[in-house]
């Protein structure tokens, strides 16, 4: 038999089926394949033996809470006490829209806005509604009942939004106490590892206070970017094809801001939301043991880059890894390399290492002789070009590359060894090639490396790629990981 799994205690399942309830377990199958079977979960059920036998398969699943096959999502967005947030509201339907639910907006509070800030609510108010948006006001409850059917909902938003006055009205039986939501919702009563599915108005709204801590983890700056739905109906006439819609000149998106079509927060909150982290490059110096093991693991995370240090024991020191060894090594992973050559014979290294395809070759400037010459040597081969300065090599020495190189590695340590502590000098120059690449109109990207960790990326803010090593590449990989991604 079909059907939905709609609680979950410990190792019981409630599944429903045309409306009737079985508590099943799942398949000791499941557990050995790692299976995790989610309230929410379409099953088949061996209805006498009371077993889950199979899993359907998800259209989107949540970790915290666990719930899948989530249809929609009401953010309770109150305009007053607290304050309207377009900052929560824009995070929400952006991250809610890349789970493929259904975002449903609505205003609360109205009541309480003076007389000169209706207008100005109510405009924002529309063009959520012009990009395409449901959205409904508090006071339209008749509405809002019909939203349910068939469907499973989950709520979110603000704490004291009016989640829970809402569902009073909405179903006066459940007498919700404001504020006491959750308790009402069956929380409270049980551990929160209990997650129910309530029914209402002919569909199932969860019971999951945790709903708000939704967040960017796992979504690429891309992902954000294709989930501001109403840049979609104008990014086919930006310059370029994967325009991010920053910096880049003929930028339609911006063009549409400008001219008040796109509203201004909701670009400003698109802009925080993108740099709220920077791209990782995860330096395979760190790993101390089992690279290859771990290589793959890393393979498998939400990374940029691989951050490859080549050393040749003359520019620097220490000398790293032979071109074979590394190229065994990194040939099957999907990520980008990044190569970071800290060697005196720059096209000898350009040479071998062109050779595994990498997306960028950085050089030092103090190794280079003509660094012109070497700039276009990496052109030439159709290898995207960086240009690396030592902590003592000030900005102005590279000035006059800067238009012509794709990036700028700042070394906010001394290069040649992983695992030691970050320069504070670096912060200046960062923000030095951030105002310059502005003024100029150029497009080269802003890498740092060297002593990165989560209080030192604090002050990196102006560049976009971050180098981690030992920070990230010691243990626990994906938390650390996630830890540059929130
Ligand atoms: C240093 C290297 C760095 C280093 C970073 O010469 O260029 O890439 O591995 O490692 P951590 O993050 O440990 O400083
Ligand atoms: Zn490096």
């Not at 970790?63 to 006490?81: C, G, L, M, W, Y």
């Not at 967040?215 to 310059?239: A, G, P």
């Not at 003592?392 to 000035?399: A, D, F, M």
């Not at 502005?438 to 971050?466: P, S």
Request: with cysteine; glycine share 4%.
């Amino acid at each position: 038999m079909q059907g939905k799994i709609i609680k979950n205690i410990s190792n019981d399942y409630l599944v429903k089926s045309q409306n009737k309830l079985y508590t099943c377990k799942a398949r000791g199958k499941f557990r050995k394949d790692k299976i995790i079977p989610l309230v929410g979960d379409n099953c088949i059920f061996d209805e006498k033996k009371k077993y889950i036998t199979e899993l359907l398969p998800r259209y989107n699943e949540l970790i915290r809470p666990p719930v899948s096959n989530i249809d929609q999502a009401f953010i309770i967005t109150s305009v007053k006490e607290p304050e309207f947030s377009p900052n929560l509201l824009d995070k929400l339907l952006c991250i809610i829209e890349y789970n493929n639910i259904k975002p449903i907006i609505c205003f609360t509070k109205l009541d309480l806005l003076k007389e000169d800030e209706v207008e100005n609510i109510e405009e924002i108010i529309n063009y959520y509604k012009e990009i395409g948006y449901c959205v409904y006001k508090n006071t339209e409850i008749e509405l809002i009942k019909k939203q349910f059917k068939e469907k499973i909902t989950v709520f979110t938003g603000q704490s004291g939004a009016g989640k829970s006055t809402l569902l009073n009205k909405l179903n006066p039986t459940l007498k919700l106490k404001t504020n006491e939501i959750s308790q009402a919702l069956g929380r409270g009563k049980h551990t929160t590892r209990h997650v129910e599915l309530l029914e209402m108005f002919d569909g199932l709204i969860a019971d999951t206070p945790g709903f708000s801590s939704l967040s960017f983890i796992n979504m690429k700056n891309e992902d954000i970017r294709d989930n501001f739905i109403e840049f979609n109906n104008y990014r086919h006439l930006c310059e370029y094809k994967d325009c991010m819609h920053i910096s880049e000149q003929n930028c339609e998106i911006k063009k549409q801001v400008q001219q008040n079509n796109i509203l201004k927060t909701r670009y400003e909150n698109y802009i925080k939301f993108i740099k709220r982290w920077h791209m990782l490059a995860v330096s395979i110096l760190g790993i101390k043991e089992n690279t290859k093991e771990n290589i793959k693991k890393l393979d498998n995370l939400n990374i940029d880059f691989f951050h490859i240090d080549i050393m040749d024991g003359k520019f620097v020191k220490n000398k790293t890894w032979e071109y074979e060894e590394i190229d065994k090594l990194i040939k099957t992973t999907k990520h980008k390399k990044d190569i970071h050559l800290m060697v005196n014979d720059i096209k000898k290294y350009v040479d071998e290492f062109s050779k595994m395809n990498p997306e960028i070759i950085t050089f030092h400037y103090e190794a280079a002789n003509n660094p012109l010459e070497i700039i276009n040597y990496i052109k030439n081969k159709e290898i995207k070009v960086g240009i690396s300065i030592k902590p003592e090599t000030k900005i102005e020495k590279i000035e006059k590359y800067l238009d012509q190189v794709d990036l700028v590695l700042v070394m906010s340590v001394e290069p040649g060894a992983g695992g030691q502590k970050f320069m504070d000098e670096a912060t200046s120059k960062i923000d030095k090639l951030y105002k310059k690449r502005k003024e100029k109109n150029l497009n080269y990207l802003i890498e740092v490396d060297g002593g990165i960790n989560n209080e030192t990326k604090l002050k990196v803010q102006n560049a976009d790629i971050l180098v981690v090593g030992s920070y990230i590449t010691n243990n626990e990989y994906e938390e650390k990981i996630n830890e540059f991604k929130m």
